[in-house]
């Protein structure tokens, strides 16, 4: 296919062909009281030259990793990302493909999905994964109107603190259904298991429990589920997919429905997106599931071919009684994670996961002794912690930040009360000797000097390279 | 391929009448037209259905298609076996096929239906 422009010959050929004179003949029909008569007022064009020195200041806005220290995670995750996850996605094939609408032509994308789901499937333990839909956010948004169009019940129940913007994309999805949301959380904000037995009853479509819930503290997903299904309902387990290199998985604990974010397998945060939104089932629902799925078969010729199975459950086929009205899938991104996954495997997930929850226990107990500082919750947890300190977070993040350390989510906006606290991740990417320097930067707030915080905008700039050998 | 002691609807079903139970499948030249069927929803015994109002969905490769109920009643059976082998209907669709029977509340409803003369001319002018 050939993308260049329109010649004047072209064009004179169109018009003729179509019995027109001029192009304006074409806009005709078209009000002269609504017709755009001044020219638009755009500024001067720029050289190449100035457009990148534009276009360099204005990024140079934002901070970068690794420029800085970041202990950021609240659902968006710095994982190290090997190199050949880059150099195979970037492939034009892979990389310029979208949503194939003759799939059958489009082996290579359909079978690099295929590859995808098989590994979101067995890295779930659940029977059936889809290829993807654009976030977890909207995954959750998605698993709660399969559940209430599976059971015809309009009750849903958060067990847990969950992530406040799956919260509230949820609450966007279902505030025209006449569904409500009851919440079911501990003072620890985990889950208050009697009082989800009292919430639960014959009109509850789902148990929504993410583990680890947003403050990093793990749940009990397969006491989730019995209780759920005591009631008939489903239940829908969030999860962190690193996370499941050492977890239980949600289909060993029972759970219905799995669903998360997955930018964290091979995808950078970006900013906050593009992200990844990761869908798997048990069988049983396979012909409510939203989005694409791409199945494995055989052609007239007995070899084996991708297809783009079940697509009487969305729009193009149901209309307005799809499943959903999601017509597309992450396919780049879900690429990218089935490239990272399969470098690494079975064993290397399990080590990553270890690696990642060690550091965040090491930091979590360092902090622990600090003065004036604790751990606010004693849950278990994976890689991700509430640190509570002596003075308001918002001023140990601005200092933090004015030392090129990105220190964690302040709480306080979000949640009443929790003003002191922060909410800490590590992953991979902090080495040991990062981690003591965190610790370092935190240490005695009460001494002179240490509240004299830079204003949050700008950088010192301090060179964080690690130097312990790694 | 049209049976004559059945009656039939407009919405290609048909229906097999005693005394006050009405059993209803599709019909061939619907199984023709809708093509390998892979699919097909119905709902549970005892669930009430209402003339003209759809009970269920049959699914082919790139179609799906609703079921209506040629009578109001309350479903007395449910084909299980179309359930788990949804080809039946392609190849049986007047047997084996079979979707639901219904009590009729009202056995007069079934004059409102089509003969199957009334239904051969209908499909005669597709």
Request: charged share 20%; proline share 5%; hydrophobic share 40%.
């Amino acid at each position: 296919m050939e993308y260049t422009p329109h010649t004047e010959q072209s064009r004179r050929e169109m018009l003729t062909a179509i019995g027109v004179q001029r192009l304006e003949d074409l806009f005709a029909a078209i009000p002269a009281d609504i017709r755009q008569q001044a020219p638009l007022r755009l500024p001067e064009g720029l050289s190449q030259a100035e457009v990148d020195s534009l276009l360099e200041s204005l990024a140079g806005q934002n901070a970068t990793l690794p420029a800085v220290i970041s202990f950021l995670g609240g659902g968006v995750y710095d994982h190290h990302i090997p190199a050949v996850v880059d150099f195979l996605s970037s492939r034009s094939e892979y990389y310029t493909a979208y949503t194939p609408y003759q799939p059958e032509v489009a082996q290579g994308t359909l079978q690099a999905t295929y590859e995808f789901q098989s590994m979101i499937r067995r890295l779930t333990g659940m029977e059936v994964a889809q290829a993807s839909v654009y976030d977890g956010a909207s995954a959750l948004a998605e698993a709660a109107l399969l559940s209430m169009a599976h059971t015809g019940r309009t009750r849903l129940v958060l067990a847990g603190t969950v992530n406040p913007r799956f919260r509230s994309v949820l609450e966007t999805y279902i505030s025209a259904q006449g569904a409500t949301i009851e919440t079911a959380v501990g003072s620890d904000g985990r889950t208050d298991f009697p009082k989800l037995g009292s919430l639960l009853s014959d009109q509850t479509a789902a148990v929504i429990m993410p583990s680890p819930n947003y403050y990093g503290s793990l749940e009990r997903w397969d006491e989730g589920a019995v209780l759920a299904h005591r009631h008939g309902a489903l239940l829908i387990a969030v999860f962190y997919p690193v996370s499941l290199g050492l977890l239980k998985s949600p289909g060993e604990c029972g759970a219905d429905l799995a669903v998360g974010e997955g930018q964290s397998l091979g995808n950078p945060p970006s900013f906050g997106g593009p992200l990844l939104g990761l869908f798997a089932a048990k069988r049983e629902f396979i012909r409510r599931l939203p989005g694409r799925l791409i199945g494995r078969t055989v052609d007239a010729l007995g070899q084996t071919a991708y297809v783009m199975t079940l697509q009487t459950r969305e729009q193009h086929i149901r209309r307005e009684k799809a499943t959903s009205n999601i017509c597309t899938a992450q396919a780049l991104l879900a690429t990218r994670a089935a490239i990272y996954m399969s470098l690494l495997g079975k064993q290397g997930i399990a080590q990553l996961a270890r690696t990642c929850s060690d550091r965040a226990h090491y930091l979590a107990a360092r902090i622990a002794r600090l003065k004036g500082y604790s751990i606010p919750f004693g849950a278990a947890f994976f890689n991700e912690f509430v640190v509570e300190a002596p003075i308001a977070a918002r001023t140990v993040l601005d200092r933090l930040r004015s030392r090129g350390i990105l220190g964690g989510i302040e709480l306080g906006g979000r949640f009443p009360g929790f003003d002191r606290r922060f909410l800490v991740c590590v992953t991979e990417k902090q080495t040991p000797g990062m981690l003591d320097t965190f610790v370092e930067e935190l240490r005695d707030p009460s001494s002179e000097g240490w509240s004299d915080a830079h204003p949050a905008a700008s950088f010192s700039g301090r060179d964080m390279t690690p130097s312990d050998g790694r | 391929m049209i049976k004559e002691n059945l009656k039939y609807t407009k919405e290609h079903e048909w229906l097999s009448i005693d005394g006050q139970e009405a059993t209803v499948g599709v019909t061939d030249f619907a199984q023709n037209e809708l093509g390998d069927i892979v699919f097909v929803e119905l709902p549970a015994k005892g669930t009430r259905v209402m003339a003209g109002a759809p009970f269920g969905t049959i699914e082919a490769v790139k179609t799906v298609a609703e079921l209506y109920a040629p009578v109001t009643g309350e479903i007395v059976a449910v084909n299980q076996k179309l359930i788990e082998d949804a080809a039946l209907v392609n190849t049986d669709c007047y047997g084996a096929a079979w979707m639901i029977k219904i009590r009729m509340s009202d056995p007069k409803d079934v004059d409102q239906l089509l003969s199957a003369a009334e239904y051969g001319e209908m499909i005669a002018s597709h």
